[in-house]
């Protein structure tokens, strides 16, 4: 068990206090005050705007989705490819524009944590008033309170460095209609070499078994028809609380549980991948047939250059021993092209598996360098145009493989 610490009753209830002291001066004011959250990235970002949009929802906001229309602006960012950083500091750059006396602009989230980025923020994004980290999520309230007193011009910038803490029961505001996240587990411990999410989403935590499930019954109650799972590795939920893997269990519970809804989930890494898991998709009802199982690359070398745990044996073992138990799953998987290193022959590993599996969806990417992660820091003799072709390639494929099944079921 690890003993990561807890946040408090008494740290959350002091948060509350704040955000009723912020809701009575919004109260105060002629008109709403709103809020525009505008989120980055991946589900667990969605997520976290979820718990933002809750926090704000209790001090007294009401929300908008124009720039220009909103008193405070908070952009939930993400740091997993340059790319992304970009795109969003794009976008924050745009927001010069229609910036008014008195409105806020916070950026929080994954980028945020990366100090090239707020540097960069403090020096050429002048606009920006406050940047807060992924741990600094519950601290919402009191951030925003030194922000709404903190004279013009001053910053109001809190990351800590951390491992991440065990924090339950924030607000959340999920948005309305049939779908509704739930958090299993936070942070990572895979350490893949390419991957800076476990350097900013801390150690792994998982929440107590309970407390999913009754959230979980409150969801179904509420109506909520497709509920995903959340974690960046839920293969790996219970390890850290009870010493043991405990997804398969979880999902079994939730999917016995009683009502109309399918449970889907996400992410699942192939080393953790048990037959148990494979099990319980075969057998649950409840459980949506569909499996994301990302295998990022068809050659044992760069596999075990990037620290993923298996070989492409073993990963197409497990698909086999799946489709054996789920004969109707259907499977979609991450692939990064162009890994340092990676020589062309190595590449048509990866389109062997491709080829071999099938997928019905891909999400591919092109490596990408991110500061502080040791692939980084390999020798990478390619140039980005070879690794281009190689992606081209590999789309191409992905598309005849559409086309053909189109084909088959028509
Ligand atoms: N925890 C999840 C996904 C995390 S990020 C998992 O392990 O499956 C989502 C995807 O982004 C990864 O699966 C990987 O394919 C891609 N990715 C992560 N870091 C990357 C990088 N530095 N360059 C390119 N792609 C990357
Ligand atoms: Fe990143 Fe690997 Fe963790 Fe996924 S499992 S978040 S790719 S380190």
Redesign the pocket.
């Known amino acids: 068990m690890n003993s990561m610490t807890k946040i408090s009753e008494e740290q959350l209830s002091e948060q509350r206090a704040i955000a009723a002291r912020i809701r009575v001066g919004n109260r105060g004011s002629d008109r709403s005050v709103l809020a525009f959250v505008d989120t980055y990235g991946?589900q667990q970002n969605e997520a976290d705007s979820e718990i933002i949009r809750g926090q704000l929802n209790e001090m007294g906001y009401a929300f908008t989705d124009s720039e220009s229309l909103a008193d405070l602006i908070i952009i939930n960012t993400c740091a997993?490819?340059e790319h992304a950083e970009q795109r969003v500091l794009g976008n924050v750059g745009h927001l010069i524009h229609t910036k008014r006396a008195g409105q806020i602009i916070a950026l929080c989230g994954c980028a945020v944590q990366q100090k090239s980025v707020r540097e960069l923020v403090l020096k050429s994004y002048r606009h920006v008033d406050v940047m807060f980290g992924p741990h600094e999520l519950w601290r919402l309230p009191e951030i925003l309170e030194k922000a709404l007193n903190a004279p013009a011009k001053i910053k109001t910038v809190e990351v800590r460095e951390s491992d991440g803490e065990r924090v339950d029961g924030l607000p959340t505001l999920r948005k309305d209609g049939p779908d509704a996240w739930l958090n299993v587990m936070y942070g990572?411990d895979?350490f893949?070499s390419?991957?800076?999410?476990p350097y900013i989403r801390g150690r792994e935590r998982s929440r107590e078994f309970r407390a999913v499930v009754d959230e979980a019954k409150l969801l179904i109650a509420a109506g909520k028809r497709k509920i995903t799972l959340l974690g960046?590795?839920v293969n790996s939920y219970g390890r850290d609380l009870y010493g043991e893997t405990r997804f398969s269990d979880l999902l079994r519970t939730i999917a016995e549980l009683e009502g109309d809804f399918t449970l889907h989930f996400?992410?699942?890494?192939p080393k953790d991948a048990s037959e148990e898991l494979f099990r319980v998709v075969a057998e649950q009802s409840k459980v949506d047939k569909s499996l994301?199982l990302?295998f990022?690359s068809g050659s044992d070398r760069i596999l075990a250059a990037m620290n993923r745990g298996y070989t492409a044996a073993e990963y197409l073992s497990k698909i086999n021993r799946l489709k054996e138990l789920a004969p109707n799953v259907s499977l979609s998987s991450?692939?990064?092209v162009g890994f340092p290193g990676e020589t062309d022959a190595e590449f048509e590993d990866t389109l062997k598996i491709v080829g071999a599996v099938r997928f019905d969806k891909l999400?591919t990417?092109?490596?990408?360098?991110?500061p502080g992660?040791p692939?980084a820091e390999m020798p990478d003799p390619f140039t980005r145009a070879q690794k281009q072709t190689r992606f081209n390639k590999l789309i191409a494929l992905q598309r005849s493989i559409d086309a053909r099944r189109l084909a088959e079921h028509a």
């Open positions: 991946c997993v490819r990572c895979n893949c390419y991957c800076v999410v960046q590795n996400r992410t699942s890494h994301h990302p990022q991450d692939i990064i999400f990417f092109i490596y990408s360098p991110r992660t692939a």
